[in-house]
């Protein structure tokens, strides 16, 4: 007698817009209430109960997937539900999807019980359902608790545990950074600041100021840690603003960027040229010490983005003036002659012009 091995299956089906909605927070009622106004009971031809029960159908197989969910190496291990690794991808991708409104009122901010206990503020004040926000609130934390010691690259670290894209891992990525660095986000003058404002500063740091940039000299490996040798190496820059040196830079400069500046903007820099390097050298200096560098994105918004602007600066003028300022001084003896000064003034300024750039909304 020959032996037959028979395998019945039964695929979970997931519905895309049911679950985008019980991610952001509504209720299978209101969900239904939603799909019906989307017209889908002229499209399939039911009944308002039908759909309402369809919705809880899939609401009690969400609420069983979520705890794997907050595991998601789990998914495809779970037996309770047949989904396709490809269904699996979306579910764990959508989960951890955020608004970046919201995270953006948790950015920089301790993530507290207390922390979570005040989310209705956040939910009244960017208006997503309040179960979203605590949705989101706790992925953040669980992806900080989880990478914030480990060495190796913070978007590899993401991606393996959290089996996350590459562009959501390292949005996260920048949330863990600017977490674990205490960076202040939360100032009234950094209220216009977006959320991809921050990742985009957050990442290039991440990329050539942590102990994991390929210019550190240890090997300690760790994103989120800032490389301390370098920033304690920031105050060499201060030679700079020694007068021949400041004089001879601020000459070369203004020949190098002569005719391609707004009016405004070549007024301001034929007056003011010594005050702006002295700030942009003041505050490399300065990031050695931890107050100073939590201070970071205030004292660019104050000490040089807030003058320009006044001066009437365009985004051009100050990317103009960023590259010739970083490109000039390169070419200069003082700086050129001294290898690892030129490094340093490389791995500031490359960082800085590219944050300032990406902040400076004119």
């Not at 004292?299 to 990317?319: G, H």
Request: aromatic content about 10%; some cysteine; charged content about 25%.
């Amino acid at each position: 007698m020959a032996n037959v091995d028979i395998f019945v299956g039964n695929e979970t089906l997931i519905d895309p817009d049911v679950y985008q909605l019980w991610l952001d927070g509504y209720t299978a009622q209101e969900t239904a209430q939603i799909l019906q106004k989307r017209g889908i009971l002229q499209q399939y031809g039911a009944t308002f109960d039908m759909l309402l029960s369809d919705t809880l159908d899939h609401y009690r197989n969400f609420f069983v997937l979520e705890r794997y969910l907050k595991n998601p190496v789990l998914v495809g291990d779970q037996l309770l539900m047949q989904i396709s690794p490809q269904t699996q991808a979306m579910l764990i991708e959508k989960y951890y999807e955020f608004d970046s409104s919201v995270v953006r009122e948790l950015l920089g901010k301790k993530l507290t019980t207390r922390q979570r206990n005040a989310l209705d503020d956040v939910s009244d004040k960017t208006r997503v359902p309040l179960r979203s926000c605590r949705r989101q609130f706790d992925n953040v934390k669980q992806v900080f608790k989880t990478v914030e010691e480990m060495l190796g690259s913070l978007v590899d670290n993401i991606k393996t545990h959290f089996l996350l894209s590459d562009h959501l891992a390292k949005q996260y990525a920048a949330i863990v950074f600017i977490t674990n660095n205490r960076f202040e986000t939360g100032k009234k003058r950094l209220g216009y600041l977006t959320f991809p404002d921050f990742v985009h500063c957050a990442n290039e740091m991440i990329t050539n100021w942590s102990y994991s940039s390929k210019d550190c000299k240890h090997h300690d490996d760790m994103d989120q840690d800032l490389d301390r040798d370098f920033l304690i190496d920031l105050r060499d820059l201060k030679i700079l603003s020694e007068k021949e040196h400041l004089d001879e830079h601020r000459v070369a400069v203004l020949k190098a960027i002569h005719g391609k500046l707004s009016t405004s903007a070549a007024v301001e820099l034929d007056h003011n040229f010594k005050n702006i390097s002295k700030t942009l050298i003041n505050v490399a200096s300065g990031l050695n010490h931890s107050r100073e560098l939590r201070d970071l994105f205030e004292d660019f918004v104050d000490k040089f983005i807030d003058p320009c602007k006044q001066a009437k600066w365009t985004q051009n003028d100050v990317k103009i003036f960023l590259q010739a300022y970083a490109e000039v001084a390169q070419q200069m003896h003082v700086v050129r002659s001294n290898s690892q000064l030129l490094k340093v003034w490389e791995r500031y300024t490359g960082t800085i012009s590219s944050c300032l750039i990406q902040m400076y909304h004119p």
